[in-house]
């Protein structure tokens, strides 16, 4: 009798499991999307956490919405911007354990991203405890997945059409990847609450690395996408100091990808070296997100075109899915690149604020740490020194040998140890610039050389005299 409870008990769990791991090649609109969520978390409950990070604008401005919800008992506005968390400790952040982020469909009308990160969750959840490599990487790791940032805008747009369609934007006709604010200008459009609601998420979460995924190229981007002479706008090419891991990333993504790695894009007129490209020297553009995560956010974003066709059909996406599989893969493990550690002062209390940066390096607001006193710096291998900063004391240097340990799930190590600082760090926290951070000519930078600036100066100032 107890056998066969037991065998019943078996057989229910397998059903979940199995609901859940059914996921077909289609598209999933708004309340099949949640239904799915829903599904994955009820069928894993210790392995995921699904929450709702804000809502869209739909219905905010719809009068008939307002009269509805004037006599509704639970009045509803806007579309849930879903999140699915994974990881060994899904529901919050553990010490030591970098915070990874896909993000998808931020333009309505580029769906691919939407779909497939759907059967990344699938995937993932399926394969923990049975594929070492993802278990590992599980364990070792914290994935929030947004396969849609644009609700509004997916459930606008008429399917199937592979260009450009007024379902891009949100429901108030803004274009989210950019209205954000722009290290180089000042923005002027009105954040929308998709993008406030992932402003708020950035600012809480530790991220590390992230990938922001579009559709309408094929290629991987990588920050800037606006720039001035001082990021080398001169030159067609806006570089932050951390461009060496930039290409890295955005090759790590080409390259394990079915076909981006061979750089043939769209079309004959458009062609990427390698399948990725540095944002700007694709075209400028004010307010992008990648921009935004890597300035104020302390987290490497890149943006991925995934498909030639904005919205393709259905039975394109099982392919879709096979061809960025492994690439989807390979780019997470890349979060535990370069080293990571505490700042702690002498009894061990972490200190929150504190700045912790390679030398040679800095970033145009300085990395700080989080709240138990954690820095995460995304470093290819090689030697550098790490430069820690408690305000009022002496900077502390350490020297770094960083190997590539991203097959073993886990970035160097390296904490720091301060005197006691409780009284001295009253948390004053300095704020970044003013925009534009990076000013013309007047600001050195690491990432070009300021005989650059002068020599092209001089040439202006000569071709305006002439
Ligand atoms: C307003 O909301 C209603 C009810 O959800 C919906 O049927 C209608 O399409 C919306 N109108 C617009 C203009 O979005
Ligand atoms: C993953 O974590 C679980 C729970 O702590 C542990 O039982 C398992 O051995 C770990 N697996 C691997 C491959 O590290
Ligand atoms: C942006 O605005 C600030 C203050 O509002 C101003 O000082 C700055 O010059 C402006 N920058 C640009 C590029 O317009
Ligand atoms: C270490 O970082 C602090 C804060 O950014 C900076 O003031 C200092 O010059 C740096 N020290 C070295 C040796 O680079
Ligand atoms: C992987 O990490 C473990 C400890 O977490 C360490 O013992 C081992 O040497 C590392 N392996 C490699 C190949 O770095
Ligand atoms: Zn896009």
């Known amino acids: 009798m107890r056998a066969a409870a037991a065998d019943v008990v078996g057989i229910l769990i397998l059903c979940l499991a199995s609901a859940a791991a059914a996921l077909d090649f289609?598209?999933?609109?708004?309340?099949?999307?949640?239904?799915?969520?829903?599904?994955?978390?009820?069928?894993?409950?210790?392995?995921?956490?699904?929450?709702?990070?804000?809502?869209?604008?739909?219905?905010?401005?719809?009068?008939?919405?307002?009269?509805?919800?004037?006599?509704?008992?639970?009045?509803?506005?806007?579309?849930?911007?879903?999140?699915?968390?994974?990881?060994?400790?899904?529901?919050?952040?553990?010490?030591?354990?970098?915070?990874?982020?896909?993000?998808?469909?931020?333009?309505?009308?580029?769906?691919?991203?939407?779909?497939?990160?759907?059967?990344?969750?699938?995937?993932?959840?399926?394969?923990?405890?049975?594929?070492?490599?993802?278990?590992?990487?599980?364990?070792?790791?914290?994935?929030?997945?947004?396969?849609?940032?644009?609700?509004?805008?997916?459930?606008?747009?008429?399917?199937?059409?592979?260009?450009?369609?007024?379902?891009?934007?949100?429901?108030?006709?803004?274009?989210?990847?950019?209205?954000?604010?722009?290290?180089?200008?000042?923005?002027?459009?009105?954040?929308?609450?998709?993008?406030?609601?992932?402003?708020?998420?950035?600012?809480?979460?530790?991220?590390?690395?992230?990938?922001n995924l579009h559709g309408g190229a094929l290629v991987a981007s990588y920050t800037f996408d606006n720039g001035n002479p001082v990021t080398g706008s001169l030159e067609g090419y806006s570089k932050s100091p951390d461009d060496d891991v930039f290409i890295h990333l955005a090759r790590t993504y080409s390259s394990n990808h079915a076909s981006m790695y061979k750089g043939t894009g769209c079309d004959s007129r458009q062609t990427f070296p390698e399948g990725i490209t540095n944002g700007y020297s694709w075209y400028q553009l004010e307010g992008g997100m990648q921009d935004y995560n890597y300035v104020w956010g302390q987290c490497f974003e890149i943006t991925l075109e995934l498909s030639c066709c904005k919205y393709p059909p259905e039975d394109q996406l099982g392919k879709f899915w096979r061809d960025n599989k492994v690439a989807l893969i390979e780019y997470i493990k890349q979060v535990h690149l370069g080293v990571k550690g505490q700042v702690t002062d002498k009894n061990g209390n972490p200190i929150p604020n504190a700045i912790v940066e390679a030398k040679g390096r800095p970033h145009i607001c300085p990395y700080r740490t989080n709240e138990q006193g954690e820095y995460f710096l995304l470093l290819l291998p090689g030697t550098y020194v790490i430069n820690a900063t408690v305000p009022g004391f002496k900077s502390m240097l350490k020297t770094v040998e960083i190997r590539d340990n991203t097959g073993n799930f886990s970035a160097l190590k390296q904490d720091f140890s301060f005197p006691d600082v409780s009284d001295k760090i009253t948390s004053r926290v300095a704020s970044c610039p003013k925009i534009p951070l990076y000013q013309e000519f007047t600001r050195a930078s690491a990432a070009v050389k300021p005989t650059v600036h002068i020599l092209v100066l001089m040439t202006v100032m000569l071709l305006i005299f002439k």
């Open 26 to 211: 289609k598209y999933h609109h708004a309340k099949e999307l949640e239904e799915y969520l829903r599904g994955v978390h009820a069928a894993y409950p210790s392995l995921t956490h699904l929450h709702s990070i804000g809502r869209s604008v739909e219905g905010l401005y719809n009068f008939t919405l307002i009269l509805k919800n004037v006599f509704s008992p639970s009045p509803l506005k806007g579309r849930d911007l879903w999140v699915l968390v994974l990881g060994r400790f899904p529901t919050h952040h553990k010490i030591g354990i970098p915070e990874f982020k896909y993000v998808a469909n931020m333009h309505g009308d580029e769906t691919v991203g939407r779909e497939i990160l759907l059967h990344l969750i699938d995937f993932l959840v399926t394969s923990y405890g049975r594929d070492p490599v993802i278990t590992r990487l599980l364990n070792n790791t914290r994935i929030h997945i947004m396969p849609t940032m644009n609700p509004d805008g997916f459930e606008a747009t008429k399917m199937p059409d592979c260009y450009y369609t007024r379902g891009r934007y949100n429901r108030n006709g803004e274009d989210l990847n950019r209205n954000f604010p722009d290290a180089f200008e000042n923005n002027s459009a009105r954040i929308q609450p998709e993008t406030r609601a992932v402003m708020d998420w950035i600012k809480k979460e530790t991220f590390v690395l992230s990938a």
